[in-house]
């Protein structure tokens, strides 16, 4: 039985896939998108900031002295900000990076309009499923905001 044709070539593969986290699948395919070579770039900065910000987040930093607990906060809620202000823009770039270029050549390395299937797949899947999520939040945000409003309707029950 040829390996091609095994039943447990899927497996196989699957296994043998590099981890799916952007920093890691950018710093993998760094030279591997002739199309848009910034697209790896924009892997490994968003892996990176994602992980800066869930340290700054996690990590207690509270003094001993009580008076530079509120200074502390403070600090931390501007880095905070700094950072999801850059985050936002660079999400931003990243959509033009990717979706300007669909859909590359996924099979000619020689080509200038290559890019590799699972370096623009990662991206692209990940930014469209945070627009889903993103519409999603908004709706129920809205729904929500009718239920609250009451006045004639209350959640979909018609009041006097």
Known sequence: MDLESSLYT????TIEEPPSSPLVSG??????CT??????????????????????SVVSCT???????LAIHKIG?????????????????GNVWIYRIYEPDYVDE???????????????????VTYILLGTALFLGFCGLLCALGGTFRCGQRVG
């Not at 710093?27 to 591997?32: A, E, K, P, R, V």
């Open 10 to 13: 899927p497996v196989l593969r």
């Open 27 to 32: 710093t993998i395919y760094l030279d591997s």
């Open 77 to 93: 809620r501007v880095w905070k900000s700094v950072i999801s202000l850059f985050s936002f823009i660079w999400f931003i770039t």
């Open 35 to 56: 199309k848009q070579y910034l697209i790896p770039i924009y892997l490994i900065v968003s892996g990176s900031f994602t992980l800066f910000f869930m340290m700054i």
């Open 63 to 69: 003094p001993n002295d009580e008076s530079n607990i």
């Open 110 to 128: 020689a080509s200038p309009n290559y890019c590799d299937k699972t370096l623009y797949l990662f991206p692209s899947w990940a930014t469209t």
